[in-house]
């Protein structure tokens, strides 16, 4: 943290543009109107220009400093060169949603993932998070999800901050603002998990953080994690992604986790989807009129025997009981029309894998967990994986 | 730990006194009437005579050692003097009330949380702590407070055992008592953090206890952290306490951290300060005759924009609508009597600040949020350093 | 990891032996029907045969395998000989219940829990097991014995990741098994402890998982580490097994402490036990036909005093309420029948002690805890030692 030199330039309000500051360095701040001499950090990393008085990688949006009248500062320059270039890596401030990841982005967190593989089964555990700070905000119990995120921070010798509990947050307020919760946790961490009730909820709050916001999963919105994972699995277990044939099996309607990977799938060269599914819960329109703009083949099948018997992945997804109300009949007869069984094994191509999100209930019967196409925990293995990877990604860049 | 020299004196029932161990260091004993030799430690950064057969920062209170009979007990001292001198340095054993600080040692603690400022900033992570481990006995969920303390533990290095189900001690148990938990709790861990709903129940947790309690809230009692936290933070804002003036606003009569703090200002000079609530919740008459009796200048308003055109701090509080029952006219009427808005920034000075002790509705609008006199995220983080100070010196002194 | 040497051999469908792979080494694959080079490991600190493609430290049974034709591997073999030798040490794969443990393996366990006592209390923090991941999966509330076992893991340089709200995976999926959810959780960490509510769920985990499961009570089923830590203060507090008396007082009928605790008793020479208990809460036949089977002398006494003098251990416990129900009458009388207090001590043996699982109400008075022969704190931080050994047995071995 040597100092080498100093500039002199003015932060007018309002004013502020990549223009003014173009150096890839710390700053310290005297202000004339300030109390204290403070550091800035700017941050190229993101695509805005980002400015804090906070430790590195906690950075705060330029708007917000609503400067009230023109600061004239004085900057020493700090060495420390961050090791990354502009431009030559991708950028990644927030994980918010699935359609934020182009195919590049998505192979460069695999190569990522694929490190962590080797860092999970050859060390007792790794020191590359050591002194980050994770808090799991969960506004609504997901343990399954949570434990994956926190084995992953411990993995890399980070450490967890958790709340289970974070309805608490605003309850005891009788209206504390999802904001100012966040304002709050980003004093106490150095990334957020977090896991809310409304769609959009994750959205607000990586507007509002000055540090990374982590989606594990917003209502019926979003559950960005779960789709990486699912692209990686596949990736991992056919060896491609251009050119697979992919049937998703179950409830397509109401299944945020078959709609985030269609989508992602569309990315890829020649894959080729079929939707297997009863028919009160098919696949809505936006995403079949999504694939066919982007020229993805798609169809819709009641044969899963024969989807099977073509496809290198079977997705097969539970039928949520909820969703059908008072009709147990409906569920009843959605619930026993596809499983995936010995039968369904034996016409599968030997190459081809089984998944599924997890938890199941018997949607796939028991008899085929032993069967070495069965890829729905080594699935479910590889989300520590893709959320080491991108806590890595997130806190220390790549 | 090397031996240097034996000394040889008797330990008699009831007779302990500092006089017959006046050295500062740690002693291995061999008890004629005890079953395995066993090292007692003194303890002479507390006003008590301490003396345990745990380990290093791990004290029994004498008195609990009810020794039936005199002991001759032969001493192998061992070299291994304490950093610390007494009477240089203030004894910290526990923090249970406000009450406890005086003006010395607020600035001394205040002194250990700027150098957890630096700590926090600069590197990721200090160590300081490795290898203690905190307890977080939670009877009620406080999950703001909670991860302030997780977060400062972890800051410093040290580990966390937490529970915000501690009610479920007593409740399996239909009728276990605090002594019995917290006897239970010390066994695993080198500090306690405890939220309970009954005032006292701190106080009555530190008797019992061999290693510090902090009480990070008892019922309608103590909240002594967060009274910490916002003197500091008035210092740090304002770079003084003698001499300024604070606005107290809001619910002045149920805020235990109104009536902290104004207890805490009265250790300063010429401090003045301003009641300003609706009528319903008025501060008591015996936080008022307290100050009259310290010689503290104080007078009730009902002029929010005059007080806060004079003031250094504006104070603001929550109106608790829980205390209002069945009468929700009277708790709209007090709520929205007194709001911070961009009015009453118009009229403050420009170094004065709004400061808020979380969470808050809309008794501060959101615009304020931008205004750099809006005190109260950077109050919250506060917390986190006075936290971060007071685990260090607990656990390892000054 | 330097490779050695290669040897090849085939494993068949269902034909794996000791013979196959007699090695102590770890494998590395190339199947010939396997997409990928994989690691084997196998590990002969287990009785059975594993083989596993995860880290070492996280076994499948053979049979999981389930190959549906041969495969021809050729082995890498890896230099990485453990320290250990076949038959030296004793086996610890998992801890299910108090059966399991011989004479010679608890005198063992106790040897290494001994150490841990020097490891805590010594150290500000030990590393042996930096690196490990411990999941807590409580599928009911046990704060304090979760506590302890987290202490312990933390106490050793492990990492825990917990859940006291482990009902939500299966109640989220409204019926994810048991094994589906250890199937996933073990794919985040190294070892699971797991309290439930059904008797035998331990077993189903332990028969499920590849890392080790730790049993910390399953509904009226068994508690081991209870019966471990009753059994080694035994010992630290006496001094001896062999040959001592021991009265186990009050709900015999319901609390599985005692029931094990006898069970465990028995393995050792010339131990006597009395059985002190109202009517309604007798022990029952099946453990008074096993002590007399195994030679053990036994009486059923209604005389606590009588007792009391005669034995080095009063094992008190709590009447449960909960086993009442409607009938108060019987439960006030068997509660208040046998308190051990100031008049029990009196006629107690000067080397004898006190000793009870906790929670406790009022069956031992509150005057008895200042007495040295009140060993039941002394008792619940066992437990911390007894687990740390564990741990430490489990994941690094002997």
């Known amino acids: 943290m040597a100092s080498s030199s100093y500039s002199t330039f003015a932060i007018n309000k309002g004013s502020f543009s990549p223009k003014v500051i173009n150096c890839n360095k710390e700053l310290m701040f005297n202000c004339s109107s300030c109390k204290n001499p403070f550091p800035l950090y700017t941050d190229f990393t993101k695509s805005r220009l980002l400015i804090s008085n906070e430790k590195s990688k906690k950075w705060k949006q330029i708007q917000q400093l609503s400067l009230r009248s023109p600061i004239q500062c004085q900057a020493l320059e700090i060495e420390n060169t961050p090791s990354f270039t502009i431009g030559k ?95 709050t946790v980003e004093g106490y961490s150095d990334i957020i998990v977090m896991r809310h009730f409304e769609s959009g909820a994750a959205r607000r709050a990586a507007a509002t953080a000055g540090i990374p916001i982590i989606n594990a999963g917003d209502g019926p919105g979003q559950h960005p994690t779960q789709a990486l994972l699912d692209v990686y699995t596949i990736e991992r277990e056919i060896g491609k992604l251009d050119g697979i044939k992919v049937g998703l099996v179950g409830d397509l309607a109401n299944g945020r986790t078959v709609r985030s990977l269609a989508y992602l799938l569309a990315k890829y060269q020649n894959v080729k989807i079929y939707f297997v599914s009863p028919d009160v819960v098919k696949m809505k329109d936006d995403i079949k009129d999504y694939l066919t703009s982007r020229g993805v083949e798609w169809e819709e099948s009641a044969d899963l025997m024969e989807v099977a018997s073509k496809c290198d992945v079977v997705y097969q997804t539970r039928i949520q009981r909820e969703r059908f109300g008072e009709r147990v009949d409906l569920y009843e007869e959605a619930r026993g029309k596809y499983i995936v069984d010995q039968d369904v094994l034996q016409v599968m191509p030997k190459h081809a894998v089984v998944m599924h999100p997890l938890p199941r209930l018997d949607e796939i019967t028991v008899e085929v967990d032993s069967d070495p196409r069965a890829a729905y925990f080594r699935q479910a293995k590889n989300g520590l994986y893709i959320r080491m990877a991108l806590l890595k990604l997130l806190l220390v860049g790549w």
């Open 89 to 183: 890596k991708f950028n990644l401030d927030d994980v918010i949603e699935a359609q934020q990841f182009d195919r590049d982005i998505l192979n460069a967190i695999f190569e990522v993932a694929r490190e962590m593989e080797k860092i999970e089964k050859n060390s007792p555990g790794s020191q590359i998070l050591k002194g980050y700070l994770m808090a799991t905000l969960f506004y609504e119990p997901s343990t399954r999800t949570r434990l994956s995120f926190e084995s992953a921070m411990k993995r890399l010798g980070g450490e967890v901050l958790t709340t289970e509990n974070a309805r608490e947050f605003s309850s005891a307020a009788k209206g504390e603002t999802l904001e100012d919760t966040i304002r």
